[in-house]
């Protein structure tokens, strides 16, 4: 049966319908304009409406453009239109009894907050009001510790991580390319340009030096006490992975694990869920100098060699602190451009470095930062969008 089978009244409910589902799939992020909701609701005149495979296939052909968008169709739809003859719309966000027992899987918290989200039919004084709250809400955000977030303040926590920007800072490099304002003279384009002239040089051309962005290198803490700092973190080393594809990113509990290649995975929740799959020891015990003494050995070279900036996350409670440990950083601090260790005990004013592992760690480092709240972390940003300093290597050179 096609919806121009149905009463007008009927064929009224499931046009809402659709364009409340089109509304929930913005929400979760996925780019549906209202182009595609006429054209699902052209297309749902053709089909058996009552076939709910032949719906879900219709709709996704329709809403799907992008493979990472496939999960979150599915999870959405599962959730907005319960599996029933009369194919009531569901409003509450609670899974079934039979999916509740299941391990939830990538983009159903995203899908989830979607549907619970209010219809837009607020009158504009309650937006208005609803504005100024959220203005407040939001500056009160800025400071909260992460740890003492509520469910609802973390997923508008990960909102704001995902609107932050990362300005290049531009690293010169040893190569050269053709620039007109360039300092160095590229004799053969200049001798090869006089050959139109009879020989007569008059265009001088020149060369300057290539500018990338500086690689930054991230090693995060997944111990218990860094789990929630951590977990948040990585939503914004996601952000910054897709404009600058120079990101490396380690995760380090009891032992050390590249994340890189899931982290580069266009869906955050996709990412982060294959980054968690990959590691055996989050939340576990910690174990920082084995862990920088693996890294050192096997990627020090690999992802340290263009001058990187290394991000350490860590509260730096190390349980077996020895000599090793500042061994460890100092061949770390020496290997890198720049070291900045963001600690979530800074957000404590009485903070003093008094445990043996912080002692050991603090004299090797460039910068010691907060990382705990939003705050912090737009703070970071703008350090790390400052001109980068001159390599240890060329320093040591100077003095000697």
């Not at 509740?100 to 219809?119: I, N, T």
């Not at 003093?352 to 592992?357: F, I, N, P």
Request: charge should be positive.
């Amino acid at each position: 049966m096609a919806i121009n089978h149905l009463a007008p009244e009927q064929t009224e409910q499931f046009a809402d319908n659709i364009v409340g589902f089109a509304r929930a799939l913005r929400a979760a992020g996925m780019p549906v304009g209202p182009g595609a909701v006429i054209d699902a609701m052209s297309a749902l005149q053709v089909i058996d409406i009552g076939n709910r495979g032949d719906v879900f296939t219709t709709l996704e052909a329709i809403f799907v453009k992008r493979h990472e968008h496939a999960l979150i169709f599915k999870q959405a739809f599962n959730l907005f239109f319960r599996a029933s003859e009369e194919w009531k719309h569901m409003l509450d966000s609670v899974p079934l009894p039979e999916q509740a027992k299941k391990k939830p899987q990538a983009g159903s918290r995203r899908v989830q907050e979607a549907m619970s989200q209010p219809r837009m039919t607020e009158t504009p004084q309650h937006q208005e009001q609803d504005l100024r709250l959220s203005v407040s809400d939001k500056e009160i955000l800025q400071k909260k510790d992460f740890a003492q977030m509520s469910a609802a303040e973390i997923s508008e926590a990960l909102r704001a991580i995902e609107r932050m920007h990362l300005p290049q800072a531009e690293l010169l490099t040893r190569r050269h390319r053709p620039d007109p304002r360039g300092l160095r003279l590229d004799l053969r384009r200049t001798l090869r340009a006089s050959l139109r002239s009879g020989g007569e040089i008059i265009d001088i051309h020149r060369r300057g030096r290539i500018e990338k962005p500086a690689p930054i290198v991230a090693l995060l803490d997944i111990s218990g006490s860094m789990s929630e700092y951590t977990r948040l973190f990585l939503h914004f080393l996601h952000g910054i992975t897709d404009a600058r594809k120079r990101v490396s990113v380690f995760l380090f509990g009891t032992r050390l694990t590249n994340v890189t290649r899931a982290l580069r995975q266009r869906d955050p929740d996709e990412a982060l869920a294959s980054c968690s799959a990959s590691v055996e020891d989050w939340a576990g015990g910690t174990r920082i100098s084995a862990s920088l003494h693996n890294f050192n050995k096997l990627w020090a070279r690999r992802v340290l060699s263009q001058g990187a900036i290394v991000l350490l996350i860590s509260d730096g409670l190390e349980r077996e602190a020895d000599s090793k440990l500042a061994f460890e950083m100092d061949r770390l601090h020496r290997s890198c451009r720049r070291l900045i260790w963001l600690n979530p005990l800074l957000r404590f004013s009485g903070f003093e470095a008094k445990a043996q592992g912080i002692k050991m760690m603090l004299p090797h480092v460039d910068e010691f930062r907060p990382v705990h709240n939003l705050s912090s972390i737009q703070e970071l940003i703008t350090t790390l969008s400052r001109p980068l300093p001159p390599h240890h290597r060329s320093l040591i050179r100077s003095a000697a």
